[in-house]
T-cell receptor, first 109, second 115 residues
Framework: AQRVTQPEKLLSVFKGAPVELKCNYS??????LFWYVQYSRQRLQLLLRHISRESIKGFTADLNKGETSFHLKKPFAQEEDSAMYYCAPRPGANSKLTFGKGITLSVRP | GAGVSQTPSNKVTEKGKYVELRCDPI?????LYWYRQSLGQGPEFLIY????????DSGLPNDRFFAVRPEGSVSTLKIQRTERGDSAVYLC?????????????FGEGSRLTVL
C-alpha cells in the first residue's frame, strides 16, 4: 500500500544544533516528494520539493530511492525554525498530494 | 484576493445539522483541493477540482460529503447530517497547475465542531 511515514512526533533541539526530520515512503515508480511547513498561527506552505534540489531557509532534503527516504536536514537550527513539518509524496504528476502525520520541531534558545 | 480565503473560520453545530464551508481560491488558479485535518494528524485529501469538475473525489469519506465548484472559482464543501467525528479543520488549497502539479496554496482553514 502507498504510505508515508514520519516516525517521530516531536524533535526538540537547542539553537545551533543539527536537525534531521525523517520521512519514509512506500510508493512504486518515481514519486515526487515535498516538505510543507506550518509556523505558529500561519498557513500551511511549501518549504521545498525534491525536483528543485534547492536549499530553502538552510534546509535541504535528498531523495534516497534505495532507502525510500526523503529526510529534511539543516546543519544549524534557528529558533524561527520551530514549526510543524509535513512530508508529502505524490505518486505521479496526475496524483493527489498525500501528507504524513507531521513532526513538531522545537528549537530552544 | 491575495490568498485563499475560507469562511467561516469557525463553525459550531449540532449533530445532525447541515453545514456548508466556502473556499475562494487565488484568482486564476484552476485547481482547487479540499483536505481535512483532525487533531494530531496530517491533512487528509478529500476532493480535487480542475475547473468546474471534480477530477478526484476518492477521499470523500461517505455520501454525506459533497463539494461543488459551479463556475470554476469558488467552491463549497457540504456536509449533511453532521456527526461528532466530522469535527476537524477543513483546509482548502489552490494551484495554478492544469493538473495536480505545482505548489499548493492553502487557506487558513474552517474549524468545524460538531456537538
Amino acid at each position: 500500500a502507498q504510505r508515508v511515514t514520519q516516525p517521530e512526533k516531536l524533535l526538540s533541539v537547542f539553537k545551533g544544533a543539527p536537525v534531521e526530520l525523517k520521512c519514509n515512503y512506500s510508493y512504486s515508480g518515481s514519486p515526487e516528494l515535498f516538505w510543507y511547513v506550518q509556523y505558529s498561527r500561519q498557513r500551511l506552505q511549501l518549504l521545498l520539493r525534491h525536483i528543485s534540489r534547492e536549499s530553502i531557509k538552510g534546509f535541504t532534503a535528498d531523495l534516497n530511492k534505495g532507502e525510500t527516504s526523503f529526510h529534511l536536514k539543516k546543519p544549524f537550527a534557528q529558533e524561527e525554525d520551530s514549526a510543524m513539518y509535513y512530508c508529502a509524496p505524490r505518486p505521479g504528476a496526475n496524483s493527489k498530494l498525500t501528507f504524513g502525520k507531521g513532526i513538531t520541531l522545537s528549537v530552544r534558545p | 484576493g491575495a490568498g485563499v480565503s475560507q469562511t467561516p473560520s469557525n463553525k459550531v453545530t449540532e449533530k445532525g445539522k447541515y453545514v456548508e464551508l466556502r473556499c475562494d481560491p487565488i484568482s486564476g488558479h484552476t485547481a482547487l483541493y479540499w483536505y481535512r485535518q483532525s487533531l494530531g494528524q496530517g491533512p487528509e485529501f478529500l476532493i480535487y477540482f480542475q475547473g468546474t469538475g471534480a477530477a478526484d473525489d476518492s477521499g470523500l469519506p461517505n455520501d454525506r460529503f459533497f463539494a461543488v465548484r459551479p463556475e470554476g472559482s469558488v467552491s463549497t464543501l457540504k456536509i449533511q447530517r453532521t456527526e461528532r467525528g466530522d469535527s476537524a479543520v477543513y483546509l482548502c488549497a489552490s494551484s495554478s497547475g492544469p493538473l495536480l502539479t505545482g505548489e499548493l496554496f492553502f487557506g487558513e482553514g474552517s474549524r468545524l465542531t460538531v456537538l
